[in-house]
Every structure is written in C-alpha cells, then in structure tokens.
C-alpha cells in the first residue's frame, strides 16, 4: 500500500495547473479557454486543502471556499462577456477577434 | 486538530470608511430600481458623490490609527489610509468626468455629418459596479491576510471587467473585455498558485504571521527553499499583471482602448493603486525578510517596463492607447519605489513614500489626461491625434489644462509629476541604483517625444471645423480642479510626503517588530 | 497679528488669478476695480502691521510650508517683517494702491485692460513676498517673479516692436545680475551651509566664521544681482527703455519700487557687506559714478518719460552710494521719499502724456501750466523735491546721504563720493527744472488747432494729489536730521543697541579728542572700536555745525541748478542751442548716453550674435540635430516594430505571461534556490 501524503498532492496539483494552463495557450475556443482556466483555479484550490491539511490548519480550507466562489462569480460574468462577444464578432473563436492590436 | 477560533466581536468602527462605500453601493442599487426617471441621474450622482466623500472624511478621523481587527484580516493603518485616500480620489473624478458621458452615451458621426447616439449606457449599473470595483481596491490596501487580499483584488478586477464591456454594441469594448477578462483570470489562477506556496511553506495566511515566520528562519545566508522563491515568482507575476508590468502587460493597451474613455480613466488608476497595495502588503509587509531577493527582480521589471511603454508610445496616434503605453511605462516608474526598497526599512528609507506619493500624483494627472479625452468624445469621433487639431484656438482652457497634463506625465518642473518622479530618483540613488534612476531619466526624456505631440497638435494645427460641443459644468470643473492639483500639489510635495514617509514607515517598523 | 501676515501678499496673488481666469469672459473693466480692490486692502493690512510693529519694536515671523526637504538643504517659506520690511511693505502698497488707482483712468478703454490689472497685483504680490522673504532662495525666486512682471509689463503693448525689444533687453540685462545673485546664493549655501537669514544658524549671524576673501566674493555676488535690479552702471541701459511700457507700470516698478530691490537686498545683507571693505569701495564707487552720469544724461534728452527714467537712475545711485558708505539709514530713507516723488513724477509725466494725445517729446509741448493747473503744481512739488529744495522730501534724505558719506567711516571714499553727490546734486535740480520750464512755461510749441492739451480725469488727478501730499511732508519723518521718527523706528535694524551703548564710551573719547574735522573723527573712532565683522556698526553723529553747513551746501547746489534752468530755459539768457554748440563734444556723450548702447553693441552683441550663427549652422544643424534626429528616427522605427508585438491575439498574450513566468522561475531557481547546488 501506498501512503498518500502531501508530495502526492502537490504533485498532482501541479500537473493540473500545467494541463490547464496548455489549454489556455493551445486551445481557441473561448468556452474551453475559460474552463482552462478553472482547472488552474480547481488545482490552486487542490494545492490549498493539502497544505491546510498538512498543516492542520483551517485557513486552506477556507480560503478554497472563497476562491469556490469568486470563481462562480467569474464564470457570470465571463459567460456574459462571452454572449455579448458572440453576438457582435459571431464568433467565439479567440483568434478571429483581434480588431484592437499593435 | 487544536482549531484556534477567536470569537472576539470585530471592531466595526475600524472599517468604516469601507463600509461606508459599500452601504453606498448597495443603496445604488436600490435606488436605480426605484428612484423615478426624471431625478435618476442626478440622485444617484449624488448619491456616489456623497458617499464617497463621506468615506474619506471617515478615513481622515482614522490617520494615525495602527490597528487591526477581524482576527488581524483587516488592517487600519497608515497605508490603508493613504491608498483608499487615493482611490477615493479617483472614484470622485470618474464620477465627475464620466457624467456626460452617461447622460450623452456613446455618440458616433454619421454618414449623413450629424451626431448620433451609438451606445446609450445605464447610468445606475455604471456607478454601482464602480463603487463595488472602489469598495474592493480599499480591502486590498486594508488587508491583513492572503484570503481579504485575494477577495478584494478580484471584486475590484470582476467590477472593472464589466465596466470594460459597458458599450456593448462595439465590438472593441466587448473585445477588450474579454481579453482583459481571460488574461486576468490566468492571472488571477497563478497569483493564486503563488499565495498557496507561500501558505504551504510559512503555514500562515496572515501576513504578519508569514514575515515572522521568515524572520524566524532566516539564517542569515538568504533563503534558498526552492519551494519559498517559487511562491515568491508566482505572486510577482500576478501581480506584476494586475499592475501591467512588462512583460505581462500586454492586456492594456487592448483594454484601455477598447474601455468606454471614462472607465479607461478609472482602470488606469484604481486596480493599479490595489495592484501596488497588494504588493506593498505581500512584499514589503509580509515577505520583507525576503526583500534582497525580490528587489533585484522588480528593479529588472521596472526597468524593462519603463522603456518598452516608452519606446512604444512613440509609434502611437491612437491618443487612448497613447496613454495606454504610457501607464505602462508610469507603472515602470512606480515600481522602481519596490525596487529601491532597502531590508530592514526604516523612517529614513524614502522609497515605500515616493512610491505612495508617485501614484498620487498620477492619479491626478492621468485621470484628468482622460478627462479631456472623455470631452472630446463628445464630438462623436474617435480618440486619435488628429482630433486635438486646433484644440488650442477653440477651447483654449481645456487646451492649457491638457498641456499641463501632458507637461506633468512628462515630468516638467514644477509640476506635480516632477515632483514625483524626482522623490522616485532620489530612493533610487539612495539604494545605490543609479543605473535605474539614470534611466528614468532617460525615459523621460524619450517620452516628451509623445506627450508634447499632442501639445504641438492643439497648439499649432488648424482647428478642423467641426462642431465642438460645451463641456457639462461638472466635466469643466472636474478637469479644472485636477489641472489645479496637478499645478500646485507638487508645490505642497512636502506635507504629503510627511505623511507617506510616516505611514510607510510605521508599516515597516511594524513589520520588523512582529518579524522579531 | 502675525496670523494675518501672510494675508497681505495673497490678496493680490487671488485677485491676479481670478482676472487673469475670467477678466478676459466674465469681468471685463471691472477687472480693475478688483485688482485695485485687492491693492487697497493690502494696503491696509500693511499699515497696521506697521503699526503693529511699530508699537512692538519687534519684528514678527510666521511659517507657512516646508519648501524643499532634502537633506541639509531645507527650506520653508516663512515670512519675516521687521521695520526695514515694514517700510518696504508701506511704500510698496501705498505707491502700489495710488498707481492702481490712476491706472483705471489712465487704461481705460483698453482692450486688454484684464492683462494689465492681471500682472499689476501679480507684481505687487511678488514684489511684497520679495520684501517679506527670510531667506535667500524664497527671495530669488520672488526676485525673479518681479523680472517676469515687469517684463510683461513692459512688453504691455506687444503690438509695438521697440516694446518687445525693450522686454527682452530689460529682462536679458538683468539676466546678468541674477546670474551673479544665483552664484552668491549658491556661495552663501556653500559657506554657511544655509540660506537663512536670520536666528542663530541664519546667515547674518554667522558672517564672522567666513573668510574676508570669500565674504568680499559673497557681497560682490549679491550686488550683482543688485546692480541688475537697480540698474547701476554697467547694468543700467535696460531701465530707460524700459520706459516703452504703459506710464503706470513706470511709475511703479521701474521708479518706486522693484528698481529699489536691489538697495533692499544690500540693505538687507548689511552684515554681509560690512565685513568687507572692498565691496564697501565698489558699492560707493558704483553708485557714485552712476549718480553722476544719469545725471549728465538727463541734461540733454529730449523725451519727457526719459529724462524722468534717467533721474530715477541717477537717485537710484544716490541710494547705493549711500549704502556702500554705510549711511543704511539714509539710503533707505531716500528709497522711500524718492518712492514717493520719483512716482509722482512718473504720473505726472503720464498725465501730460494723456493730455497731449500720446505725444512725448518735450519739444513740442510747452505753455501747458494754463491746460493742466493739477498736473502742473503736483509735478512741480515732485521736482522741487527731487532737486532737493528745503523743505520738501528729497532734500532731508539727499543732504543725509551727502552729509552720511562725508562722515562715513570709508575714507577718503566718502569724501569724494560726497562732492560727487553735491555736483550731481546741482545737475538734478538742472534737468528737473530745464523739464518743467520746458513743459509747463513759454510758448505753446504744438499746433493748438491739432492739439488740444486738456486736464486728466480726476480718477488721475486724484491719485497725482494723494502722491504731492506726502511728496511735500514725508521729509519730516526724517527731520531733525538723524534723529526723526523714522530713524527711531527703523535704527534697531541697522545698528545694534546695545553694542551701541556699549561702545558710546569710547566714541565720546574720539568725539572729544579730536573734535575738529570729521573724517579724521571718524578714523579715530575707527580705529578706537571699529570692528565691524560682527554686524554691530555705529552711526556717526554729526555735529549741529556739521548738520547746518551741509544744509547750506546742498540747498546752494540745488538753488543754484534751479535758477541756472531758470535763466536758460525760462528767461532765456542764456541759449541752450548756443551752449550746445560751444560744449559740442560734452553735449554729444551725454546725448549719446556716452555711448554705452554702441559699446555694448560691439563688444558683446555682435561678437555674441557672430558665434550663435555659426553654432547654429555648422554646429546645431550639421551636428546635434543630426544627432538627435537620427536618435528620434532610430527610436520611432524601433516603436514601429516593437507595436507588432502587440499581435491583437489573446493566445500570443497568455503565452507571453506564461513564458515569462517561466524564464523568470527558471532563471531564479537555478540560481538562487537550493534545487540544484
């Protein structure tokens, strides 16, 4: 048997952080792009009850209900932004939208 | 799991300036619902007006408090106070100069040479999500701990993201936003990451608890825990974003030039006053022990950052993202303050003050760089250079408020900029960065070829002929009153430098007490 | 009282501002009516403060605001008036009000009224924190705000071309003496490590811990500057044509009162001066020699504001004589009497300006005592007492300053700046008189049919009476010589008490001893207890007999320049033409204003304007501009590139955040962290 300790997590942890941030530099569709983003989020959070955890503190663990939060009000807004996007550009295709540059 | 829960009743009188701003916001709310449409505009104008003045006569009764209160998550100290100060002053001035630009909305020149209105903006929603984005830059300068730091930089960004799509019918403004939006998210996920760390090594979220931690286990070779320096890494570039630190900068020329003008006003300077709280209280308050290894890094940030929105302003004719390059390169200039921090700060160490004071004054004469911008908008035509032709023979005042803002970006003396960026000079060279405080000047000198093109366009080109509407009452005020300021409050440097030097200074000794 | 000091200069600092905001839009003529409001409360302000400080015998202070904080070098504007400043504060305000006043007359239906009455109080403002600065630099720059108003002023009518080129040359020249003023600051901060005057670190306590090389450096530095401001010889030639600019601004600035900074600067740095003697002898010499030569200058002009510009030069000398001879007392006394007649004159000469429809020349007036009967007796009064006739204002403080430098302690210097005085003295009362003969008497010179001379209004006339009253009474603030109201009230500047009570001991020994001629009186005293490094310096009483002969002396030389103008240009014994004739080569210098433009014109501006062209062509274009714009071209491509970074693509921008997240956590962990050692 092998014991699950915090190196475990935290390794974890960091490969989900990694995986989303790819998503966010490889993929253009702006609703995977911002699911990406919540990986990263969700690894944070990961990384954060481990540590609480391990430190057999509470302050990991609150603060991961916070961030849960926060990240539902962002999903709002982001899933708005998304809407008014498509329905000007008709596209949520990240690369097609590039009007402002240089 | 010996949980240690202190039950102690908060003391609410601490933060009440704060909350001030947030029973605003709430009544806005309520009242865009129910106050009738012929005094809407002017009821809830006055409502933020009074609110926010009312919160910053509540901050003055707090100067000179140093304490803390919710279990050490909130802070009333000089720092809270002088950074809420700022960013209340910036809320009063959105509030003034974007009025017109609510009562008008967006106007557009049509094929047919006549005025028309292409996007009408909500006026109540306006000012709410303004004073929700206000009330979160005030937690981040009060903030004690990672989770009240944290919170509030979000509140104040997601607010702000809003505001950037708020004329939603062009394209650029929702393109704008979502750019912001993601890359500030990404942001958002590694700033995150980074605070974890630092969590998971100190095992503490409350900043004075993590300085006495590092202190606790400095052995006095410098800290090489690799895990410590990644926390350290992560949270420079979060906030390196927050603050558009090159080269993480890149959301704002698109932002600010996507933005509605008033709101590119507010964003220039709101989330960056919270971004450098954030950073004075995670640096300077919390990783202090730390702070040879992070003052190398900023110095290098500042450094790049400076020139590269310099060096790219020039190439510019689109005014808005002119400015935009240009905050960039003011951010370089701000954080040089961070750089020149000396460990183990005292009093005497100038730089936490001239960086205090360095965002003070480009509050003042950024936002009123936009204010002229938000007038000129007016004629229903875009922000480029072109659109300052003549400015000078038609709206003579406006034209010299213009020039003393862009005098005072540039750093003319005696102007207020001047000012600052002499003290930023002076806490360089006392920290034996020369290298750094020769640059800025440099950097300065490139500038004038940006800033004193617009002067030269108002002043010596012929007006175009186009209709020029009035300025409103309040829009004139507004930009006279900052001209003012950015005239005479260098003038007064002094007194305001007193109070940064203080406050800073308190903050630093406290930091170093509890490291002991 | 003190509270309310600063008051004083702020109130037409606001009224400048708010003309110069809304004159244009909102205020229109009633711009004047503010500004001169403004004045007259100042003016009250000043009065009793004065007071104030009369009754006290002490000087008051009030601290405004830190300056500039910067290490040792720390400076707060504070404001300081003891009686020197309140004299200053009283004629400043009093001439600055009457001038106000005559000006709404005198500018009325100009169109750009609202400029003037915006740099009038602006000057005022600047001029008053001139006299109420306790340090150096909050001086210089004031000094320097009074430049910039009189060159506005001065180049009031923009329109007119010789206006411009008399602006530029004033402020130019006078660029001269700020240079040394900037320098001698920069020196004092360097010796004293401050640039405070006074308290126990101040300055003027702390002379004696200087060299006598590097105080005479000092001082010769300071009148420098003073030499600007007060148009001495070799700085004068910019005062006379300053005289293009509007008769009021004349009046004020370039006769009563920022011409006179430069004797309230010596005066003020007195302990400066007095511990060294060579600056005492160049200070005498200057001030004698430019006496002397204005005069003769005055002699022959033809203008009527000229020969009134070149009296106020010559008056000016008499004052800084007086100071390099250490008669302080009087110098001062002379600056405010000759405030006070020299800007009667200015306004009379205004108010037959105006009635002569613009016309200046003094050759095609005459006979106008019959048009204007008000301008007439004020100005007579204003140049009887600038000749110095018994009993009106100019003749008790010149015959002090005559009799001061033969006294003096400065021998033989005194002496002979003291006859120069006494010859320039009998010149004075002969152009004075030669002005009014020639103006007011004989035949009518203009065509009366074109012509129409007429009295001024009495907004102008009033102020030209409110000027004769204290023209004709102000000398008895003075009276008996040396020991007047005035000299009581403002002595505890000059001379220390004390040491003065100390010292009487073995000045009665000097006295007694020798009581015969003054000058070797003086030596004696000298050489009894004159060590005057510490700034305690002892006026020398004169004797009644000295007091009374040196009357006579200067009431015969004035007489005497009074009766010879009379029999040459009233009844006509003797012909000027014919005289001008038989003195050919005199009249010309002095025609010439001995040539000091055409010197200066070919020692300095041409040589000067040679080397600009040639820095300009070959140096400027073919070397720093391509420099420089080969930099600029090089930096604007480098931004044309640069911008196409910014590709528009979110994907490119989170790629840019995440690379630099990683050579920023590579570079930092290879190197720093414990990871890989």
Not at chain 1, 56 to 62: C, E, F, K, M, P
Not at chain 3, 34 to 45: D, E, G, H, I
Not at chain 3, 409 to 430: E, K, N, R, W
Not at chain 3, 469 to 479: D, Q
Request: overall charge negative; some cysteine.
């Amino acid at each position: 048997m092998l014991d699950v300790g915090l190196d475990h997590f935290l390794f974890l942890s960091a490969i989900l952080f990694i995986i989303g941030m790819m998503g966010v530099l490889i993929r253009r569709n702006l609703i995977v792009i911002f699911m990406c983003v919540e990986l990263m989020t969700n690894a944070v959070n990961l990384s954060l009850v481990a540590f609480a955890w391990n430190l057999n503190s509470i302050d990991g663990q609150a603060f991961a209900l916070f961030i849960i939060a926060v990240a539902a009000a962002e999903a709002v807004v982001g899933l708005a932004i998304i809407i008014a996007l498509s329905r000007r550009a008709h596209t949520i295709n990240v690369d097609e939208v590039r009007t402002l540059r240089n | 799991m010996g949980l240690d829960l202190d039950l102690t009743a908060p003391d609410l009188t601490l933060a009440w300036p704060q909350l001030i701003v947030f029973v605003m916001t709430v009544v806005l709310l309520f009242a865009d619902a129910f106050v009738p449409k012929a005094q809407h505009f002017a009821t809830l104008t006055g409502i933020s007006l009074v609110g926010y003045i009312g919160a910053a006569f509540a901050l003055v009764t707090q100067s000179g408090q140093n304490a803390a209160t919710f279990d050490g998550a909130f802070r009333a100290d000089g720092l809270t106070v002088f950074l809420s100060l700022i960013i209340l002053v910036a809320a009063v001035a959105t509030v003034v100069i974007s009025a017109s630009y609510l009562q008008n909305g967006e106007q557009q020149l049509g094929s047919d040479g006549r005025l028309r209105i292409a996007n009408s903006v909500p006026a109540g929603e306006f000012y709410v999500l303004i004073g929700f984005s206000v009330f979160g830059a005030m937690l981040v300068a009060a903030a004690g701990n990672l989770i009240v730091l944290y919170i509030g930089i979000e509140l104040s960004a997601l607010a702000t993201y809003v505001l950037t799509a708020f004329a939603k019918r062009r394209l650029t403004s929702v393109e704008g936003a979502m750019k912001y939006f993601l890359l500030g998210l990404f942001a958002s996920a590694i700033l995150l990451y980074g605070m974890t760390w630092i969590y998971g090594v100190t095992g503490s979220m409350d900043l004075d608890r993590i300085a006495a931690h590092l202190a606790g286990t400095d052995a006095g070779d410098g800290f090489t825990d690799p895990a410590l320096l990644l926390g350290l890494l992560l949270l420079v570039v979060g906030i390196g974003f927050k603050m558009a630190a090159v080269p993480f900068h890149f959301w704002t020329p698109d932002a600010y030039d996507g933005a509605p003008t008033p709101v590119t006003a507010f964003m220039s300077v709101v989330p960056k006053a919270a971004a450098f709280a954030a950073a004075i209280r995670l640096f300077v308050q919390a990783l202090e022990p730390l702070s040879d290894q992070w003052t190398t890094l900023w110095a290098v940030l500042a450094l790049v950052t400076m020139v590269f929105g310099n060096v790219v302003a020039i190439a510019q004719r689109n005014v808005k993202r002119m400015l935009a390059y240009s905050s960039i390169a003011h951010t370089g200039y701000i954080m040089v303050g961070l750089a020149a921090y000396t460990s183990g700060g005292t009093i005497d160490d100038p730089s936490i003050s001239s960086l205090l004071f360095y965002i003070l004054a480009y509050t003042f004469m950024n936002i009123g760089a936009f204010a002229v911008i938000t007038y000129l908008q007016q004629r229903g035509v875009g922000m480029m250079l072109e659109d300052f032709n003549g400015l000078a023979s038609t709206r003579p005042l406006i034209a010299v408020a213009m020039t003393l803002f862009m005098a005072s970006l540039m750093g003319v003396p005696p102007l207020l900029g001047f000012y600052a960026k002499y003290y930023v000079i002076v806490a360089a060279i006392d920290a034996d960065l020369l290298w750094l405080a020769v640059t800025i000047v440099v950097a300065s000198a490139v500038s004038a070829f940006f800033y004193l093109r617009i002067v030269a366009v108002m002043y010596f080109n012929q007006p175009d002929g186009r209709p020029l509407a009035l300025p409103t009452r309040l829009l004139s005020g507004g930009i006279g009153v900052l001209a003012v300021a950015t005239l005479l409050l260098g003038l007064f440097s002094s007194p305001i430098i007193d109070l940064a030097d203080q406050w800073s200074g308190a903050l630093t000794v406290l930091g170093r007490t509890a490291g002991q | 009282m003190a509270d309310l000091l600063f008051l004083i200069p702020l109130i037409p600092l606001v009224a400048s501002a708010v003309v110069l905001l809304f004159g244009r839009t909102v205020l229109g003529d009633r711009s004047a009516i503010l500004s001169t409001a403004a004045v007259a409360v100042s003016w009250l302000l000043s009065v009793v403060v004065a007071v104030d400080i009369y009754r006290s015998e002490e000087a008051i202070a009030q601290t405004l605001f830190r300056w500039i904080p910067s290490g040792d070098f720390d400076v707060r504007v504070n404001l300081y008036a003891d009686q020197l400043t309140a004299v200053m504060l009283l004629v400043v305000s009093t001439v600055g009000l009457l001038v106000h006043v005559y000006s709404i007359g005198y500018m009325r239906g100009d169109p750009g009224l609202y400029r003037f009455f915006a740099y009038l109080p602006l000057f005022v403002f600047s001029m008053l924190m001139l006299v109420l600065a306790d340090n150096f630099l909050v001086m210089y720059v004031f000094w320097e705000a009074v430049g910039l108003c009189s060159y506005l002023l001065i180049s009031y009518y923009f329109r007119r071309r010789s206006a411009n080129n008399a602006a530029k040359k004033a402020f130019i020249v006078n660029r001269v003496g700020d240079l040394g003023f900037g320098l001698g600051i920069m020196f004092v901060f360097w010796t004293f490590g401050t640039v405070n005057f006074f308290g126990e670190t101040g300055v003027f306590e702390r002379v004696g811990e200087a060299g006598s090389t590097t105080i005479t450096v000092i001082a010769l530095l300071l009148f420098l500057g003073a030499m600007g401001k007060s148009a001495q010889f070799p700085l004068h030639t910019w005062l006379p044509d300053a005289m293009e600019g509007p008769t009021p601004v004349s009046a004020l600035i370039h006769a009563a009162t920022m011409v006179t900074a430069g004797i309230y600067l010596v005066a003020r740095a007195q302990s400066i001066f007095l511990a060294s003697e060579t600056a005492m002898l160049i200070v005498a010499s200057i001030g004698a020699f430019t006496a002397f030569m204005a005069a003769t200058i005055a002699l022959t002009q033809n203008d009527i504001k000229r020969v009134v510009a070149y009296s106020t030069l010559s008056q000016l000398g008499y004052m800084t004589l007086a100071l390099g001879t250490g008669a302080w007392m009087a110098a001062i006394f002379h600056l405010v009497t000759h405030a006070f007649f020299k800007g009667l004159l200015f306004l009379g000469a205004g108010s037959v300006i105006h009635g002569m429809h613009d016309q200046q020349d003094i050759r095609a007036m005459g006979g106008l005592k019959k048009y204007m009967p008000v301008t007439y007796w004020t100005f007579l009064a204003a140049a009887l007492a600038n000749a110095g006739i018994i009993p009106l204002a100019g003749y008790w403080s010149k015959d002090e300053i005559i009799l001061g430098a033969w006294i003096s302690d400065y021998q033989p210097i005194g002496q002979i700046v003291s006859i120069v005085a006494i010859v320039s003295a009998f010149l004075t009362a002969l152009y004075m008189f030669r002005l009014v003969f020639v103006v007011f008497h004989g035949r009518e010179r203009f065509d009366p049919a074109v012509v129409h001379p007429h009295e001024s209004p009495r907004v102008m006339t009033l102020p030209l009476v409110a000027l004769a009253i204290p023209t004709v009474l102000i000398g008895f603030i003075g009276a008996p010589p040396e020991h007047g109201l005035y000299h009581r009230f403002v002595e505890p500047v000059f001379y220390d008490v004390e040491a003065e009570e100390a010292e009487a001991a073995t000045y009665v020994v000097a006295q007694e001893g020798d009581p015969a001629p003054a000058g070797e009186a003086a030596t004696a005293a000298d050489a009894a207890g004159g060590d005057h490094s510490d700034g305690a310096y002892l006026p020398h009483e004169p004797s009644t007999a000295q007091i009374v002969s040196f009357g006579v002396i200067s009431t015969v030389a004035a007489v005497g320049g009074l009766v010879l103008a009379w029999l040459i240009y009233f009844r006509g014994a003797i012909s000027p033409v014919e005289l001008g004739q038989r003195f050919r080569r005199l009249y010309d210098i002095s025609y010439h204003k001995w040539y000091f433009d055409e010197l200066y014109d070919g020692l300095i501006v041409r040589p000067l304007r040679s080397s600009a062209i040639f820095l300009w062509r070959v140096v400027d274009i073919d070397v720093i501009d391509a420099m420089v714009n080969g930099v600029a071209g090089g930096l604007a491509a480098v931004s044309q590139r640069l911008r196409q970074v910014q590709t528009g693509l979110v994907a490119n921008y989170a790629l840019a955040i995440a690379l630099g997240m990683v050579v920023l956590v590579g570079v930092y962990l290879t190197a720093f962290s414990s990871l890989f050692r």
